[in-house]
């Protein structure tokens, strides 16, 4: 039972929870209600039956020491004006006969045994079918003593407690059926939504991130938040999805061709090296520029793909860096020349010396590696301490960039066209490295080109 409660749906199982509820809560209010309301009603039919009884007791001895039951019965006006329409009375002598009538709306009910020892006795009974209150009290009229019955009938209480309790059920069982009928149109509000999430998930689950599902759900309530956030989610994980595909068909590609000459000049040395030293010398050394293109290219795919979080705490002195970095390119590039300009104040940035180290390098041996044959070739830093933000700019006067690769050099595996990348050696990722660095410690980076005239690379790095 348990079980089946809990694998109902959310939609059943909100339904039955408000119409269990509603149902409980309008039917203790009811009864108790109703059992209110009756003990209220029964109550004052006794009072007004014993008024009754009270009034006639009055009549009669209001009426004298002279006066006779046959002077009465012949005048009844008086006494029907004190009765109800329901009511009856009778007045017995006390061997049980009947000596006045005054309506006639019932039967007469039995007389009390012990009739000698009451004064007023009250008892529900049933009379003709109908339930009625009925009184004995003993009456003095004039030299008379007698009994006087009342009889009471119940039959209008009844009724109106017939209608109390239909007008409840009707009521209740209207409350019940729009309640369920609210919360079903509310619950089926809420959970299209969701049913359209679990879809959209088995959906991407089966064909994957080829096309996203749209929600009709525009309310920004909590479900209008989830349906954002999976959808936010989801777009990230494409992105992220798409680019890890498109790195592994890259990684694939670019390893195959050094593998591929490794091979070949492998077989070259098996077959003829043994008796061409020249053969085996070339093919030695191919191979090792080929393996050790490789290393670099692996190295830098394990950094690209290693996605740590950055250091809050870091910081780097950039002039020091800067210097670092040239000191290593000086002995790579001996003849290469780098000319610092600094304005402003000297101040640390937000960003780890390593990275920073690592951005400069990557620009900096591109300026020089692309550009060795331009002439007079200028490496100028600029580095500008401002208030807010450090602001770096590193630029070339060499062969530049054109517009149609510029907003792909950042791309991994991206290398501008085939006549420059074979005669410098390269990877295509050190860019993107860069660039992954940069947005890592909320650096802004920007690049400008031109074909001949140079190309200018602009930092703005955040301040510890
Ligand atoms: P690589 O490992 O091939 O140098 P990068 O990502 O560092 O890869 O650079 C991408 C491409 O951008 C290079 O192939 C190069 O053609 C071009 N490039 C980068 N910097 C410069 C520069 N200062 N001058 C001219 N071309 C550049």
């Known amino acids: 039972m348990k079980n089946k409660l809990l694998n109902l749906s959310l939609k059943s199982k909100w339904m039955l929870a408000v119409g269990v509820t509603i149902f409980v809560s309008y039917a203790l209010i009811s009864v108790v209600l109703y059992i209110a309301l009756q003990t209220w009603l029964i109550h004052n039919e006794e009072k007004n039956a014993l008024r009754t009884v009270d009034d006639m007791t009055t009549y009669f001895e209001s009426q004298g020491n002279t006066v006779t039951v046959q002077a009465l019965q012949n005048n009844t006006a008086l006494m029907k004006a004190i009765l109800n329409q329901e009511q009856t009375v009778r007045v017995f002598n006390l061997d049980g006969i009947e000596v006045m009538r005054i309506n006639d709306a019932a039967p007469a009910a039995q007389l009390p045994q012990n009739q000698n020892y009451f004064s007023t006795m009250i008892e529900k009974q049933t009379i003709a079918g109908s339930e009625s209150y009925v009184i004995h009290r003993v009456v003095q009229i004039g030299q008379f003593q007698g009994i006087m019955q009342l009889i009471h009938p119940l039959a209008a209480f009844q009724s109106m407690m017939n209608y109390i309790l239909t007008t409840i059920f009707i009521i209740g069982f209207g409350a019940i059926l729009f309640s369920v009928m609210i919360s079903y149109y509310l619950a089926n509000m809420l959970m299209k939504p969701l049913v359209q999430l679990r879809d959209a998930m088995s959906f991407v689950r089966k ?205 991994r595996f991206y290398r501008v066209d085939a006549s420059r990348t074979n005669k410098v050696a390269g990877t295509g990722l050190g860019l993107s490295i860069t660039k992954m660095l940069a947005d890592k410690y909320e650096v802004e980076i920007d690049v400008e080109s031109k074909l001949q005239k140079g190309t200018f690379f602009y930092l703005k790095l955040l301040k510890k």
């Open 207 to 411: 064909n994957g991130f080829t096309a996203q599902p749209k929600f009709d759900y525009a309310a920004k309530d909590e479900i209008g938040d989830l349906l954002h956030m999976y959808r936010t989610l989801m777009n990230e994980l494409e992105i992220s999805f798409t680019k890890q595909q498109q790195f592994v068909a890259d990684a694939s590609h670019e390893l195959r061709t050094p593998i591929q000459v490794i091979e070949g000049h492998l077989s070259l040395i098996k077959r003829w090296g043994k008796d061409e030293p020249e053969v085996m010398e070339e093919s030695l050394n191919t191979s090792i520029t080929e393996i050790a293109r490789m290393r670099k290219m692996i190295e830098e795919l394990l950094q690209l793909a290693r996605r740590e979080q950055a250091d809050e705490h870091a910081y780097a002195d950039i002039e020091q860096v800067y210097e670092q970095v040239k000191e290593e390119l000086l002995q790579l590039y001996p003849a290469a020349e780098f000319h610092l300009t600094v304005t402003g104040e000297k101040s640390a940035a937000s960003i780890t010396e390593h990275a920073l180290a690592q951005i400069f390098r990557n620009i900096l041996s591109n300026s020089i590696r692309y550009n060795s044959n331009v002439p007079n070739l200028n490496v100028n830093i600029n580095y500008n301490d401002s208030q807010s933000s450090i602001l770096v700019t590193l630029e070339d006067n060499g062969i530049g960039i054109s517009e149609q690769h510029l907003p792909h050099i950042f791309d």
